[in-house]
């Protein structure tokens, strides 16, 4: 995209993902993203309090550090409640395989996890074979509480109506516009969808808890010390990442707690 | 004359009946959008000038069509021989996987070593991959058909496991990919163009597999067997030998396409490897009517309608898939021509009238 | 719920082949009745894929998931009819019609299917073959659809049918050899025409269990290539209705291995397990083939084995 960006200097160029807008880069061009993985702390606490088992489910296409962050703070988020949660993961191996999907949530389902939620293409499956098992779930990228409606807990969606009409209404002004943007629950760029009707006032309240203090600016989710699934400290005692911090979008490691690996 | 059809008459038909083939699947594909609420007319417009309309688009279109003209070639060698290779998707791959790591194990050489032996390894592994179905086939009588298809299914669970694990480069994390090749070791683009050199490789293999097949005894015996295998081997043919060098030609031409769809594309390997262009090459082929020299022509304009694929969305609210049914209307039709050849009248020679009135039709 | 740990991956394998047999068992069954009347289809593909896309829509308009099936049925045996239309022509290679016609498929069905893929449409019902179970794990991979039923008695049936019945007769004469069937006063391409359109039929429906029951929803990736895996099945089942029953359980429940693997903790190799079907294919193939003898019950007119 920058190639073609310097090409077309009239032409804005947009890229909404983890690769990020540098200075020296074409003033024509701009990255954005959010940070998804604040709404799936949230929901982890949410699927922390309703959860019988302790035991979660992600059902994910590839190991890609996105993932992997969204998998490592509904982990975390879950562990708030219940210090003994465990997230297992299965990865289909590419972002629409719907059959692989379906198995996975199955195979979930019969080992004891009573919560799933994912990182693929469209959830649409994994929801409805979860509602199907009798088990909740969490949605992501949109809502799909209707797919759901007994076993829906909250999602971690994009809002990205709100990215894109500022872009316009930037441009349409004239304004300066950052060539780097993103943010998370503070900036809106990200959300959580309604509470379901199985969660309870408590998880309601926590979670609500946790979200204000995402939006004042005080939480981080990563901080110190903190181990991976293989015994390894990633995060030294005294060191924190802030949510903008870039070594996190090379993340690729899974937290204690999480059962999967980041190797294929 | 004998590039066609290996005389006049051969050679107007190989012209004109694919030609009209062309036309009526155009005119199908424009009943089919005009259903859809676009002007057909309209439409045939994006088309010609997304695929050749401006300088931009003619590169695009060359671009897209690079790939084609090799792994077209692994349908068309082997259909030479009766047999009916999909395999291209996979050889590609393979020929890939085996650039980076013939890549990996090189590091200090200089550029035309690399180059090369890049290039040798990915015709190896591809042609080994297509050699093994053809061998299944005549050791075993294991269908070819279904042997490649399952081996392009094999090679891409292979490919994501290696370049998700074992051959992972860490450091990049938008997708998983193989280590890169390195800057240096990469194939250039033609001076004056945005399109690579893996053109030329394109063209230059099909014209000497064209010459292989056309004007050698080894092409040949690749026909006699086509005919009628029995026959061959009665004859002393070394079928066996023929159709593994021919799989293992064919399967080296879309592995040199995985070459340079790392070396001049990508530098890395990942599933942006797969986007269709061996089946795409199937396609190409059956239209070229397995004749590598056609295949340059037919890669092109199918290269023309992927190009135009994105300005169709675009300019006439056509969704994505409208490139996928036109291509299947014209790969439907081309075949429903089939047996017109040799059939129309225009083309036939005149013959005097033998004295009982009946005129000799021309054999086909 | 109890963890079943390991339990749970024959288990999966268990209810993976119920429920993931049913479109390779579906698209077998219809290429069994082509390839018998001489005639191979590889279009069938596009042809499942088409009949999902359809199977989906008309559910979604219609409220009824049955009328679905039909439809998908019908687009089905539209396809088919145009397979045998252009192969009945001189000089035409049906693997290449065959091929052409995947690519018209897909591209049609994606064309076409764009406004389903978020809506939701009814599925088809299940029935609860795991009631005397206490666990609910066995009582969720009992759960049968009544297409697996119909395809399970379908395929004995298809069997007896060939060997004992005038139609029966009527597609293996014309599969065997054309010019003794033509003397016999069988009209070849029409029985050719009927054999490609049942498959067509069958194979359509086979995709509308993929959109309606399990996964039970529509995109363009639904398909994992069971329609051209089920013309290998039909090979190493040896054109055999019964066998191809087998050889879709066992393709079914191959495909629930790696999910199942990752989930008690087995999470390398994933891939490779995920390609456990296709190679399993392959070896079935190269163990049961054979350049000697013409492989037993293959149709003599079939240009795969001539």
Redesign the interface.
Known sequence: MLKVAAKYPKVQFLHG???VWKEGMPTNAGSYNGFIDEAQYIAGIVAGYTSK?G?FGFVGA????ASLRNINSFTLGARTVNPKAMT???????W?????????V?????????VVTCHVD?P??VI??AE????FSSGYHVNQS??APKGYLTGAEWNWEKVYTDYVNWLREGKSWPHMRRGGLRAGIVRNAPYGPAVSEKARKQADDAKAKFTDGSFVIYKGPMKDNTGKTVIPAGKSYDATDIWL??M?WLVDGV???T?? | MRLLGGSPRGAAEALTIPAGALAVSLILFGMFVALAGANPLGVYETIYSGAFGSWFSWQNTLQRATPLMLTALCTALPARLGLVVIGAEGALIIGALATVAIASVLPGASHWPVITAMMLAGMSAGGLWIGLAGGLRYYRGVNETISSLLLNYIAIALM??LV??PM?D??V????SSWHVGERNMIGLIPGMDVHWGLVLGVVGCIVTYVLMQHTVFGFATRIVGGNVRAARMAGVPVGRLTLVTCLIAGAAAGLAGTTEIAAVHGRAS?SLVVGYGYTGILVAFLARQNPLAVIPVAILLGGIDAAGGLLQRWHDLPDATVYVMRGIIFLVILASEPVYGRLRVFQQSVVAPSDGVVPREAA | ?????WW?VP??VL??AI??STPFLFVSLGECLTEKSGRINLGLEGTLVMGAMSGYGVSYLTGSPWLGVLVAGTCGMVLGAVHASICARPRVNDIAVGIALMLFGLGLAFYLGKPF?QP?APRLPAIPFGWWSES??VR??LEVNVLFLIGAVLAPGLLWALYNTRWGLAIRAVGDNADAARTMGYAVDRVRLLGTVAGGFLAGIGGSF?SLY????W????S?GQGLMAVALVIFARWNPLLCLFAALLFGGA??L???L????I?????LF?AAPYVLTLLLMIATSSTQRTLKGAPSELSVTK
């Open positions: 993902g983890p690769t088992t035991k590839k190991p890609y550090p297992q993961v299965i990865f289909t191996g590419d629409v395989l719907p059959v692989k999907e379906a198995e996975a199955n195979s979930l389902a019969d080992q004891g996890i009573d469209s649409k499956v409805e074979t199907k098992r009798g088990i209707t797919l979008e090379s690729d059962r999967g690996s190797r294929s | 994501n496991h998700g694990g992972r860490p450091l994390l938008h997708r998983p599933t | 719920m109890e963890a079943l740990g749970g288990l999966a209810g993976g429920r993931g893929i939701n609910p794990q969720a991979a993929l399990y996964p039970g929803s995109n363009e990736a639904i994992s495909g629930a790696g999910p199942a990752q989930s008690v903790g999470t390398s190799g994933y891939y995920n």
